[in-house]
């Protein structure tokens, strides 16, 4: 996780784990929707991560409607990724300040939280 969050340094960065095949990541994407361009247009960063579950093809696909960047890792990345950061299931989301700092996690818990509650939190990190 370090690799990829060293990409963005002194950002706020929401960060998606999710998968092509998982019906719950899709529709809260579409849920954050509402609220990413406001969002994105004061400074946050939304970054989605998947694995080799997710076919090549239907990544590739699927991205194309995704604004944010995009990480598929290998297999070996991703179960070392769910371990260490002890992700049970997806969609689950990681919320970093500018600081480097988490701001909000439900790594352990799972599902999308709501716009209601992303968006106040994703603004004061702002």
């Given amino acids: 996780m370090a690799q990829i969050l060293a990409a963005y340094p002194g950002k706020v960065v929401l960060v998606d784990f999710w998968a092509t095949w998982c019906p719950p990541c899709r529709r809260a994407m579409t849920e954050i929707d509402a609220i990413k361009p406001e969002l994105v247009s004061k400074g946050a960063t939304f970054v989605y991560v998947t694995g080799?579950?997710?076919?090549?093809?239907?990544w590739r696909e699927a991205i194309k409607e995704i604004e944010g960047d995009h990480y598929r890792i290998t297999d070996a990345q991703w179960e070392s990724l769910l371990t260490e950061l002890n992700i049970p299931g997806i969609p689950v989301y990681l919320l970093v300040g500018k600081d480097g700092a988490?701001?909000?996690?439900?790594?352990t818990e799972g599902g999308y939280p709501g716009n209601n509650v992303i968006k106040p939190l994703i603004e004061k990190a702002l």
């Fill in 102 to 107: 988490t701001v909000f996690s439900n790594l």
């Fill in 52 to 58: 080799e579950t997710s076919p090549m093809a239907d």
